[in-house]
């Protein structure tokens, strides 16, 4: 072999442990979120559900989350419950829902949360009002959103399965007769309040406490004024006999 040729069988010798070593490199680093796909979010119960429903979330273990970083959830439309309409930024998402305690992802990636209420959109429960976006109810579906920077989208991140929300137990609706239905599962009750233009008289008859009714001259009161009168009509005749035999 000459030396040209043992240069280049040295080089490519050279290439190929370069090759080896950038593939090796590539493949002892973790790949970043975005190369791989996110793992699956598990919602109990699933379906459907109703106004402050309290739910458990959560992601096993993964490759995807950083761990040691923090997750936050959210709820978000999903126009048709479909993949396509899911949300690009948080713009279509309400910032009022955000669970209330912190969530950290654990060394295997995995994280999850017990007690994260849903709500129907907009809610007075969030003093949020009737015209806010964005809208969750028993016709418009929503998603969960769960990842780790609510306000980039391109962050790891997972989407829940679309679902409606129903009034709750509780909820109150109130018409213009003034009437206020309360509804509770299958039992319905109603409390009719009285119209202002509606008069209510009480009429109390008492007597204050110290003083005696005028009732007349009692029974006691009547033989007692007889007796005296016959007393003074006996000492009347009496004394005019007493008068008489006096010499």
């Known amino acids: 072999m000459n030396k040209m040729g043992v240069r280049s069988g040295r080089s490519a010798g050279l290439g190929l442990v370069a090759f080896i070593v950038t593939s090796t490199g590539a493949v002892a680093i973790a790949p970043s979120a975005g190369a791989l796909s996110p793992p699956p979010l598990q919602v109990s119960p699933s379906g459907n559900y109703h106004d402050g429903q309290m739910l458990t979330v959560k992601v ?7 761990p040691h970083s923090r997750v936050n959830i959210i709820e978000c439309t999903d126009p048709g419950g479909l993949a396509s309409n899911l949300p690009k930024d948080i713009t279509t998402c309400d910032g009022n829902t955000i669970q209330g305690t912190t969530i950290l992802v654990g060394a295997d990636g995995s994280f999850s949360q017990s007690a994260y209420p849903v709500y129907m959109l907009p809610s007075s429960t969030l003093g949020e009002q009737n015209n806010a976006l964005p809208i969750c109810n028993q016709t418009n ?15 790891p991140k997972v989407f829940s399965a679309p679902f409606l929300i129903a009034p709750g137990s509780g909820s109150t609706t109130t018409t213009s007769a003034g009437t206020t239905a309360a509804t509770s599962g299958s039992t319905t009750g109603t409390t009719s309040a009285v119209s202002p233009s509606t008069s209510v008289t009480a009429t109390t008859s008492a007597t204050t406490p110290g003083t005696l009714a005028n009732t007349g001259f009692s029974a006691g009161t009547a033989w007692l004024a007889v007796v005296g009168m016959g007393l003074v009509l006996t000492g009347a005749v009496g004394r005019r006999r007493a008068l008489r035999r006096a010499p």
Do not use: E, I, M, S
Not at 60 to 66: A, S
Not at 141 to 155: E, K, P, S
């Open 141 to 155: 579906y929503c998603v969960l959103y769960v990842g780790q920077d609510q306000n980039d989208f391109t962050a």
């Open 60 to 66: 096993g273990p993964n490759g995807y989350f950083t």
